[in-house]
C-alpha cells in the first residue's frame, strides 16, 4: 500500500505575478465552462471528442498554454461524465459550470523544488517561478516523489463554527461539510500511524448517561457539562459522549461476532510512503 499525502501551501507572488495568476485562473475557468457547454448540448464525455469540438476554440479565445487548455478539458470531460449519468439515471442534473475553479497541474506544467521553497507554473504568461514557505511540519516530505497539483484562489481554509448569517438549511449544509472536513483528517492522520477508523451510530451519545444508559436532553446542561438526572452522575460532556460511542462500538463487535463469528481485524500496517502531490493557493 502507498501513502499519499497533501501539502497545502501559500504562494508568494509578487503584485504583477498576482494578476497574472488571476488572469490564468479567469481563461482556465472560460476554457473549463466552455467544455462543459459544448459536452452537455451534445450528451457527450469522451475526451477524444471533446478535444475536437473545442480545442482549437479556446486556444483561439484564451492565451492558455496547451497543457492547461488540456487540463481544463480532461477536468471537464470528468464533470460532464458525472452529471450526465445522473441525468440518465431518472436524477436532476445540470450543465457543470464554475465560477473559481482549480487549475489542475501535471508535471508537463509544474515543477516543484520543496528543498528550495520554489515551484514555477505554467500561466498565460509563460512559466513563472513563485516562492513558497514550507511549514516545518511538511519538510518530512522532501525526499518524496511529487506528482500533481492543484491552483485554487481561495479568499476565505473557515473555523468549524464560525458564525454566518445563512440560512437554516444552508448553515446544517456549512458545517456539515467542515465536519466531514475534519472526519477527513482524521482518517488522514489514522492512516500514516497504521490506526484503523471505524464508524458507529453516534445518536443520542451527548444526551446518554454512559453509566446507568439514561437518556435525556435536560442531561445536558450546558455545552460542556454533564449531569444524569436518574443517576446524578457528572462529567465532562464531551468526555460522556466518547464513552458512550466506545460502547456503541464494543457492542457493534460483539453483534458482529454472534452473527457471523468474525474477530476483530488487526490494524493495518504501514508501509513505506512513496509519493504526495501538491496543493497551491
Not at 66 to 84: C, D, H
Not at 90 to 107: L, M, T, V
Not at 193 to 213: L, N
Request: with cysteine; glycine share 4%.
Amino acid at each position: 500500500m502507498k501513502l499519499q499525502r497533501t501539502i497545502k501551501l501559500a504562494l508568494k507572488p509578487t503584485e504583477g505575478q498576482k494578476q497574472i495568476l488571476l488572469e490564468t485562473i479567469e481563461q482556465y475557468k472560460f476554457a473549463y465552462n466552455y467544455t462543459c457547454k459544448v459536452g452537455w448540448e451534445a450528451k457527450l464525455w469522451n475526451g477524444v471528442e471533446l478535444h475536437k469540438l473545442t480545442y482549437y476554440t479556446v486556444r483561439n479565445e484564451t492565451s492558455l498554454p496547451s497543457q492547461l487548455v488540456i487540463s481544463a478539458r480532461v477536468v471537464a470531460t470528468e464533470s460532464l461524465k458525472s452529471a450526465i449519468k445522473k441525468e440518465k439515471k431518472g436524477s436532476k442534473s445540470r450543465c457543470p459550470q464554475s465560477n473559481n475553479p482549480a487549475i489542475r497541474y501535471d508535471k508537463r506544467s509544474y515543477t516543484v523544488w520543496l528543498d528550495r521553497e520554489e515551484v514555477s507554473l505554467a500561466t498565460v504568461k509563460g512559466r513563472q517561478k513563485f516562492r513558497v514557505k514550507i511549514p516545518d511540519y511538511f519538510k518530512q516530505y522532501l525526499d518524496w516523489k511529487v506528482t500533481s497539483a492543484n491552483l485554487k484562489y481561495d479568499k476565505k481554509l473557515k473555523g468549524i463554527r464560525k458564525r454566518i448569517k445563512a440560512s437554516k438549511q444552508n448553515r446544517r449544509w456549512i458545517h456539515s461539510w467542515n465536519f466531514a472536513q475534519l472526519q477527513q483528517f482524521i482518517e488522514y492522520k489514522a492512516q500514516a500511524k497504521g490506526i484503523r477508523v471505524v464508524y458507529v451510530d453516534a445518536r443520542y451519545t451527548s444526551q446518554k448517561c454512559s453509566r446507568c444508559g439514561y437518556i435525556s436532553r435536560s442531561n445536558r446542561t450546558d455545552q460542556s457539562h454533564f449531569v444524569c438526572k436518574h443517576c446524578g452522575y457528572s462529567l465532562n460532556a464531551d468526555l460522556n459522549a466518547s464513552r458512550n460511542i466506545v460502547k456503541n462500538y464494543l457492542a457493534s463487535l460483539q453483534k458482529r461476532e454472534v452473527g457471523t463469528g468474525a474477530g476483530i481485524s488487526a490494524p493495518v500496517g504501514r508501509r513505506q510512503p512513496s509519493q504526495c502531490s501538491g496543493a497551491t493557493c
